[in-house]
């Protein structure tokens, strides 16, 4: 059973709207969160995280929310430019018993 | 060269071969990972090495062994693989295996078994 869900396989944007990117989770002991993104060939790069004692963190382009209730992550990216086309991961993270990262299987944006 | 780095970046092999994935990384952390993805499949954590020692395996069947003989890199000894077994195989590190850190990524070996 996946913990960490990325329904949305692939996404489409016009250059220089908004890209918004979704994650779900089903475990309440995660509270660390983290996107990372793709480009091919290459391994994934980080890019943005999140606490759970927050529901917004920003930097630049690019803003995740928390909605701790919903069990819910978002990634926002505006304006969306050609060079955020990649693959994006959400991955969250327990901070008892293992600290392992539980990664979602991705989506594709294409902008 | 700086970052995690991989090799070989493409590897193919015959299921009674015997080959080694190397990673290394330039970036004075302390924490080594193994994590393998397989199509539309997310990755999952295989090995986790902190200074040195083994910290977790993640029910891995045996045929995947790991070596880390120093904190900068980290081995991936292959022996009698099967089909399934083809993934992109990624290693990554982290300053420790603790709360909150980042992991950095290496660029990955494609591993096809034939």
């Known amino acids: 059973d996946q913990q960490v869900k990325q329904n949305s396989p692939s996404l489409s944007v016009q250059e220089g709207r908004i890209s918004i990117l979704n994650c779900d989770y089903t475990?309440?002991?995660?509270?660390?969160f983290l996107w990372y993104k793709k480009y091919p060939a290459e391994g994934p790069t980080f890019l943005i995280s999140?606490?759970?004692?927050?529901d917004k963190n920003e930097d630049g382009r690019f803003t995740v929310f928390l909605n701790k209730s919903a069990k819910h992550l978002s990634l926002h990216i505006v304006p969306s430019q050609p060079g955020d086309s990649a693959v994006y991961f959400c991955a969250a993270r327990g901070t008892s018993g293992t600290y392992k990262y539980i990664f979602g299987t991705g989506t594709r944006l294409k902008v | 060269e700086t970052g995690v780095t991989q090799t070989p970046r493409h590897l193919v092999m015959g299921m009674t071969n015997k080959k080694s994935l190397k990673c290394e990384q330039h970036l004075g952390h302390n924490a080594m990972y193994w994590y393998k993805q397989s199509a539309k499949k997310p990755l999952e954590l295989m090995f986790v090495y902190n200074f040195k020692e083994q910290t977790e395996n993640n029910s891995v069947p045996s045929r995947f062994s790991p070596e880390c003989p120093n904190s900068s890199h980290l081995f991936l000894h292959l022996h009698t693989l099967q089909p399934e077994d083809s993934a992109l195989y990624l290693c990554?590190?982290?300053?420790?295996?603790?709360?909150?850190?980042?992991?950095?990524f290496g660029p990955g070996t494609r591993l096809l078994v034939l």
């Open positions: 999140i606490s759970s004692i927050k």
């Open positions: 990554a590190s982290s300053q420790d295996w603790a709360f909150q850190e980042t992991q950095y």
């Open positions: 475990n309440s002991m995660f509270d660390y």
